[in-house]
Nanobody, 128 residues
Framework: QVQLVESGGGLVQAGGSLRLSCAAS????????MGWFRQGPGKEREFAAG??????????YYADSVKGRFTISRDNAKNTMYLQMNSLEPEDTAVYTC???????????????????WGQGTQVTVSS
């Protein structure tokens, strides 16, 4: 139904920036949501940022741990979601995975179980 392909991961020093991309192919939803999850070493997978849309209206939501540093966006024409990560910290080191759902909610879902489609994950490593 939907395939998600991520890119943009890599190594960066603390304080640096990276931009992750998640390109979706297959069925396009007129409304729905996408999100970024991450799982660091020895940690549980956690929600980082999400975006929902209904037509041309977008809503974003961030975990407290990334709020003010990360920015999520979506290019509807390209079916691509982005995560601009600034002021990166070693604690941000994790495998970042994008997800998508055809279910629209006002607030982007934070639970992984709410998303039915997942990308392959991309490694982000922040060195001190």
């Amino acid at each position: 139904q939907v395939q998600l392909v991520e890119s943009g991961g890599g190594l960066v020093q603390a304080g640096g920036s990276l931009r992750l991309s998640c390109a979706a192919s297959g069925r396009t939803f007129s409304s729905g949501g996408m999100g970024w999850f991450r799982q660091g070493p020895g940690k549980e997978r956690e929600f980082a940022a999400g975006i929902t849309w209904s037509g041309a209206i977008y809503y974003v939501y961030y975990a407290d741990s990334v709020k003010g540093r990360f920015t999520i966006s979506r290019d509807n024409a390209k079916n691509t979601m982005y995560l601009q990560m600034n002021s990166l910290e070693p604690e941000d080191t994790a495998v970042y995975t994008c997800a998508a759902t055809s279910k629209h909610t006002l607030v982007p879902p934070t639970a992984a179980g709410e998303y039915g489609y997942w990308g392959q994950g991309t490694q982000v490593t922040v060195s001190s």
